[in-house]
């Protein structure tokens, strides 16, 4: 099991553009994905879920990846944090 804390950086936080890339991403592998935030837990393959976080500009969330390519899907979706979800 992988699990990684990030922050969203861009000015917008995690709305409804780069939800559904994250969802996007997160189905191209097997794994299990899981982002929390404030008590919050869900499932990251599900663009309910990851609008329901609410996420706005500095916000902390636990991404958590369980699986046989937990090292392939947290890498490329971390990225896609980090790169402040290509809006920067």
Request: glycine share 8%.
């Amino acid at each position: 099991m992988i699990e990684k804390e990030v922050k969203i950086i861009n000015n917008a936080g995690l709305h409804t553009r780069p939800a559904a890339t994250i969802v996007k991403l997160a189905a191209q592998f097997k794994s299990e994905f899981f982002i929390n935030k404030d008590g919050l837990h869900i499932n990251g393959k599900s663009i309910i879920g990851v609008m329901t976080l609410a996420a706005e500009k500095g916000s902390s969330l636990i991404l958590t990846f369980e699986g046989p390519d937990e090292e392939e899907a947290s890498k490329e979706i971390l990225a896609y944090f980090e790169r402040g979800f290509d809006e920067m």
